[in-house]
């Protein structure tokens, strides 16, 4: 199993109060992810990482923001929760080079975190 | 609007029968990768198929892209309760030289013993 775990695994927050989610490789991929998954969607890209303190915004960035201060490090904040962002958020890895084909290309998952804002 | 759309969104089958799972867009890929997700874990790759019509076959799962690489497949031979979770489809796209993966809407799939 690739090495890739999220802290905390669960978390119940009040509406307003700064939250942060830590993903933590031990993979040196230069990739991570955030995403949210929520019945019928799927899972959504929030941010990613391209490397150290290098972030691109995903689908649904809106509320949240990321820092990469370390390649093993990603951190996912939610600068004020709202219910709208309970959900179950899972970190991802890939080392998406160029030298590395779609066809072998591979993200591996953390276990998530379930996050509900009262 | 989503960039892949799943269908059906739910199915619950028997033991033994058998399934096919789309996963269709309107947009041509380079590639396109099947996950299973089980209940309480992150999703874990099945397959990656690069070839317009090419057919993967993991054993009972069989994966196809389509010939214009817009869509693929899923077809599950005599399921198996081991096969329930929920059944991902995804592309790698580039932006600005840099990679991010786009998910589909998902199938959750029941097999009942």
């Known amino acids: 199993d690739a090495g890739i775990t999220q802290s905390p695994r669960h978390k119940v927050t009040e509406t307003g109060t700064p939250v942060t989610l830590r993903c933590h490789q031990t993979e040196n991929h230069r990739y991570m992810y955030w995403y949210r998954q929520d019945p019928g969607h799927g899972l959504r890209l929030i941010h990613y990482s391209y490397g150290v303190k290098d972030t691109d915004k995903g689908e649904v960035s809106d509320g949240y923001s990321v820092s990469r201060s370390k390649t093993e490090d990603f951190l996912l904040t939610l600068e004020s929760a709202t219910s709208s962002q309970t959900s179950v958020y899972f970190c991802a890895i890939s080392e998406s080079r160029t030298s590395v084909s779609a066809s072998t290309d591979t993200q591996y998952f953390g276990p998530g975190t379930r996050l509900t804002v009262l | 609007t989503q960039l892949l759309e799943q269908s059906p969104q739910f199915l619950s089958i028997q033991e033994g029968e058998n399934l096919t799972v789309y996963c269709n867009s309107s947009?041509?890929?380079?590639?396109l990768q099947w996950y299973r997700q089980e209940p309480g874990e992150g999703p874990v790759l099945l397959v990656t198929?690069?070839?317009?019509?090419e057919v993967k076959k993991l054993k009972r799962l069989t994966f196809q892209f389509g010939d214009a690489r817009k869509d693929s497949s899923l077809h599950i031979t005599a399921a198996q309760p081991g096969d329930t979770g929920l059944y991902l489809c995804?592309?790698?796209?580039?932006?600005?030289?840099?990679?991010?993966?786009?998910f589909g809407t998902g199938t959750r799939l029941k097999v009942l013993a």
């Open positions: 198929v690069v070839t317009g019509g």
């Open positions: 995804a592309v790698r796209r580039i932006t600005s030289g840099t990679y991010k993966y786009i």
């Open positions: 947009s041509v890929f380079s590639s």
